[in-house]
């Protein structure tokens, strides 16, 4: 039982949260940024078992976080709601909350047939070939979404509100903050059980040297492409979360600027750091909302995020400054990361006596 103390303690605490959710304890801004966190750990967790792991260099993961986006958006669209697309919807709004998983997966499987037809270029390259390959795949992605209309094209898809409230309506609980709670445990517990099973060690095997994981008869070319599907299909996952989080989803949401935050978080952590990646993604997304200070608001400007009720607008000018300036300080003074390739219980040792995951 005392294995399972910090395990407990997580329940307990998600428990907690979505208590304080139901009860408006906590104000749509504080819970906007909570499951943002838990997005943003599915998509660095997800990044770090390719970039991390299996030692590649993927540079357009959000190539495949808008995929499963676009994939759960239009199934979730088309089933619960009235739509432009079919029309009438088709199945009743009330077996929403009931078939979200489902949906949320499907997103997944569709990413990750996606994330297969990139691996096939990574049996035969690596470094910055495959870093060039994956940056082609993302803008590849969003031009072709781009030119779905049945989708919105570039004017987006919405919609998916509609499904949040009719879960509401159903049952009058904190959905979104639940799934996002359910889903990234268990991405985490995914990527946990996979990376120290006999397929993980065969993806850090490829890393540390392919030859030689060839000739202790790995099959370096299935790795790879069990490696990407798995990352691609979560990062899928996440994208699905954050379309139904937000109610609406452009394809430029997912561009390569969206990519580099994924490698900012993978880097930050620590490659092959599962924890490190839980730990990177929160101090992250909590960095970022830090950099939305007010500034006097300019009429047209194009970095505007949000616009307040006194003429003040949050920007997010600063960001792609001094994050890259982060990341520029990292790779000189610690690019390990902040915890290298070491998890939480390697660092500190006595945390295994109170938590595990088997």
Known sequence: MKKYTLNILALVVCLLLVVAAQMDMLDQYV??????????????????????????????????????????SFLSVTLFTNNK?????LLPPYLAPWLFLFILLVG????ALFGLVVALP????????????????????ISLIENIDIIGGPRGLQGMRKVMNAMRHTLDIPWMLIWVII??????????????????????????????????????DRVK???????????????????????????QAFNILKSTEGLVMVYLGGMASLSGSVLAAILF??????????????????????????GFELSQVWKWVL???????????????????????????????????K
């Open 183 to 220: 889903v990234t445990g268990i991405s985490l517990l995914i990527l946990y059980r996979l990376v120290n099973s006999t397929y993980g060690k065969g993806i850090s095997a490829v890393c540390q040297d392919e030859v030689a994981a060839k000739i202790m008869s790995v099959n370096t």
């Open 31 to 72: 819970l906007t940024i909570i499951m943002f966190i838990g997005i943003n750990i599915i998509f660095a967790s997800s990044l770090n078992l390719v970039n991390g792991y299996m030692g590649e260099f993927s540079c357009g993961h959000a190539g495949f976080m808008c995929i499963g986006a676009y994939a759960a």
């Open 122 to 141: 990574s049996f035969r390259t690596r470094g910055d070939y495959l870093a060039i390959i994956t940056i082609a795949a993302n803008y590849i992605i």
């Open 108 to 111: 997944g499987i569709v990413a």
């Open 323 to 357: 994050i890259p300036l982060i990341l520029i300080l990292l790779m000189q003074f610690r690019p390990e990361g902040l915890l290298g390739n070491r998890e939480l219980t390697d660092v500190f040792p006595r945390l295994r006596r109170w938590f595990t995951l």
């Open 285 to 310: 997304t909590l960095l970022v909302e830090a950099l939305r200070f007010a500034i006097p608001a300019v009429d047209g400007a194009l970095h505007a995020i949000h616009v307040l009720p006194d």
């Open 225 to 251: 492409m069990v490696a990407f599907m798995v990352s691609s299909g979560l990062a899928g996952v996440a994208g699905g979360l954050y379309a139904h989080m937000y109610g609406y989803i452009n394809p």
């Open 85 to 89: 697309i079919l029309g009438a919807a």
